[in-house]
């Protein structure tokens, strides 16, 4: 149980362009998803924390109009990278709690994004 | 906010030995403090958690201990084997994980 889903696995796209990442979770009903970025050889960094039906809350230095999370049902968060520049290109994962253990977070298996 | 600090940043054992990995944290309302592993280019894997209101908690060859007071927790793993290499990330929370800096764990045949 508590699986957590994510696609794609890896997107390369040009510069100016919007990226969408889609989490969701498969057998739970996830009341919470998080959104991190991770830079190689390095710890995960939070972005944002989406509660289902209302908006994410974002940390410090994160842009709100960069980074569009969505969190649309109690299966789906979606990540939009808008006008892609080739500092946003990262791994980044996702992670849905919600399950049997509510502060339990399970992640996704990431999505490396290169800008070209 | 929260901080976790992890150490060491980098571990070489031979396979058999035990590997010590100890974090801090700063914020004493922080409740809950899982452990995961991610192979390279792979998701987090959690391997153990334990709780506030529990001071040590054992699965197999990996235990967890918490000292509340002191606001550390560190994670131990017995009788290692090749395939428990990999990166390491503790993290502590009220609400929203904050993640150590990660410990790469090497084991040696």
């Known amino acids: 149980g508590a699986v957590v889903s994510q696609h794609p696995s890896r997107v390369i796209c040009k510069s100016g362009t919007s990226v969408k990442i889609e989490c969701r979770s498969l057998d739970f009903q996830a009341t919470t998803m998080f959104w991190y970025r991770q830079f190689p050889k390095k710890s995960l960094m939070l972005m944002a924390t989406?509660?289902?039906?209302?908006?994410?809350?974002?940390e410090q230095g994160v842009e709100k109009d960069k980074f569009l999370i969505n969190h649309a049902s109690l299966t789906l968060s979606t990540l939009t990278v808008t006008s892609a520049h080739p500092e946003d290109s990262s791994f980044y994962i996702c992670?849905?709690?919600?399950?049997?253990?509510?502060?339990?977070?399970?992640f996704g298996p990431g999505t490396r994004l290169t800008v070209l | 906010g929260e901080n976790v600090e992890q150490h060491p940043s980098t571990l070489s054992v031979q396979e058999g030995d035990s590997a010590v990995i100890k974090c801090t944290y700063s914020?004493?309302?922080?409740?809950?403090f899982p452990w995961y592993k991610q192979e390279l280019g792979k998701r987090p894997q959690l391997i153990i958690d334990i709780r506030s209101n529990v001071g040590e908690k054992k699965d197999q060859r990996i235990a967890v201990t918490l000292n509340k007071t002191a606001k550390h927790f560190s994670l131990h793993i017995t009788e290692t084997q090749p395939e428990d290499s990999a990166v390491y990330f503790c993290?502590?929370?009220?609400?929203?994980?904050?993640f150590g800096t990660g410990t790469r764990l090497q084991v040696f045949p």
């Open positions: 993290a502590a929370t009220p609400g929203k994980l904050i």
């Open positions: 914020d004493s309302a922080s409740n809950y």
């Open positions: 992670s849905a709690s919600g399950g049997a253990t509510t502060d339990t977070q399970y």
């Open positions: 989406s509660n289902e039906g209302s908006k994410a809350t974002y």
